[in-house]
């Protein structure tokens, strides 16, 4: 599977919920030019978990949308999308939904993060699809600037 199907394979597993209702952004990083050691591209996948339109009006300067981020990244590609590849490596770099210090009180909303695992890309993409869809069903946007 090359970094072109990983990312369809990711639209296609993720739930009618996410579409138009929370954001997700996925973009190739090609390491060409950079390393000369194969297979260090990735795909880093934004999840914002607020609607799209709310997203685009970037309330706040952009503060509200980053208060609501996930941030995946997807190693192990070629130097261009559309070289397969056998295994990839997911990572969680950030995760800012809920409170993570319980500050208000109440039992913080946010995710526990996602495993880092090594797989075939078409198991990660369902990997993370599931993931994104078990968040986007159990944890409300939370509308900072109003």
Do not use: C
């Not at 039992?107 to 599931?130: C, F, Q």
């Amino acid at each position: 599977m090359n970094a072109l199907e990983f990312t369809a394979a990711l639209e296609a597993g993720l739930s009618p919920l996410i579409s138009g209702e929370r954001t997700v952004i996925a973009r190739f990083k090609s390491s060409r030019g950079f390393t000369s050691r194969p297979l260090q591209s990735s795909i880093a996948v934004n999840f914002i978990n607020l609607p799209e339109s709310r997203h685009a009006q970037h309330r706040g300067g952009g503060a509200e949308s980053e208060n609501n981020r996930m941030l995946f990244m997807i190693d192990g590609f070629g130097e261009d999308e559309s070289e397969s590849v056998e295994k990839v490596v997911i990572e969680q770099k950030v995760n800012a939904l809920g409170d993570p210090w319980g500050i208000s009180g109440e039992k913080s909303s946010r995710p526990k993060p996602l495993r880092k695992k090594t797989a075939h890309p078409e198991k990660i993409a369902e990997y993370l699809a599931n993931y994104l869809n078990d968040v986007a069903a159990n944890v409300p946007p939370n509308f900072t600037h109003e």
